[in-house]
Antibody
Framework: EVQLVESGGGLVKPGTSLRLSCVVS????????MNWVRQAPGRGLEWVSSLAGSSGSVYYADSVNGRFTISRDNAKNSLYLQMSSLRAEDTAVYYCARAGVGSGWERGAFDIWGQGTMVTVSS | AIQLTQSPSSLSASVGDRVTITCRAS??????LAWYQQKPGKPPKLLIY???NLESGVPSRFSGSGSGTDFALTISSLQPEDFATYYC?????????FGQGTRLEIK
């Protein structure tokens, strides 16, 4: 079964760090562009970051650029999001998603999603 | 960044109705557009990719159209399970962006 499982969320204070993990199963992780998308409580979806499957290129939303780092460990079938200098506005459910369909080099629609992990930034 | 504007923001409809949600991009994105359905407490579910391709397993009452800057998601005959929030998403360039969402409610 194709599955993404996120972990690592929790309640943290502003200015601190947190690392999210996404474990992949049921498909060959190596060739896909993987993504993080977040959703603040009661709000819409916000793309956060992508890591291209072939080139390893990384991309970030302006709102997190310089504070968040996306990475992957192919041997562990895992995607990570290292978050630092966290702010109250980073409070959200963070989803891991696979860009698995659609035309375009190293990009596509998000066909597989995890259940999400909640990050709350509050003093 | 490319902005996506969905219309309407919310919509009330009845079972059996035909509904259309539109998504307008601030610049041309060819056909690199997807539509998702999200229910409360659940992750989004992909419905349509490349503007008009139906994702495997998605009922045929869902269809997508458009290219360039103007796109539409149509549900031909609403079923009770279709009441949810719908989002468009452009993936032609980074940063990827999502529309603000359209909440489809039961009339």
């Amino acid at each position: 079964e194709v599955q993404l499982v996120e972990s690592g969320g929790g309640l943290v204070k502003p200015g601190t760090s947190l690392r999210l993990s996404c474990v992949v199963s049921g498909f060959s992780f190596r060739g896909y562009t993987m993504n993080w998308v977040r959703q603040a409580p009661g709000r819409g979806l916000e793309w956060v970051s992508s890591l291209a499957g072939s080139s390893g290129s990384v991309y970030y939303a302006d709102s997190v650029n310089g504070r968040f780092t996306i990475s992957r460990d192919n041997a562990k079938n895992s995607l990570y999001l290292q978050m630092s200098s966290l702010r109250a506005e980073d409070t959200a459910v963070y989803y891991c998603a696979r860009a698995g369909v659609g035309s375009g080099w190293e990009r596509g629609a998000f066909d597989i999603w995890g259940q999400g992990t909640m990050v709350t930034v509050s003093s | 960044a490319i902005q996506l504007t969905q219309s309407p923001s919310s919509l009330s409809a009845s079972v059996g109705d035909r509904v259309t949600i539109t998504c307008r991009a601030s610049q041309g994105i060819s056909s690199a557009l997807a539509w998702y359905q999200q229910k409360p407490g659940k992750p989004p579910k992909l419905l349509i990719y490349d503007a008009s391709n139906l994702e495997s397993g998605v009922p045929s009452r869902f269809s997508g159209s458009g290219s360039g800057t103007d796109f539409a998601l149509t549900i031909s005959s609403l079923q009770p399970e279709d009441f949810a929030t719908y989002y468009c998403h452009q993936f032609t360039s980074y940063p990827n962006t999502f529309g603000q969402g359209t909440r489809l409610e039961i009339k």
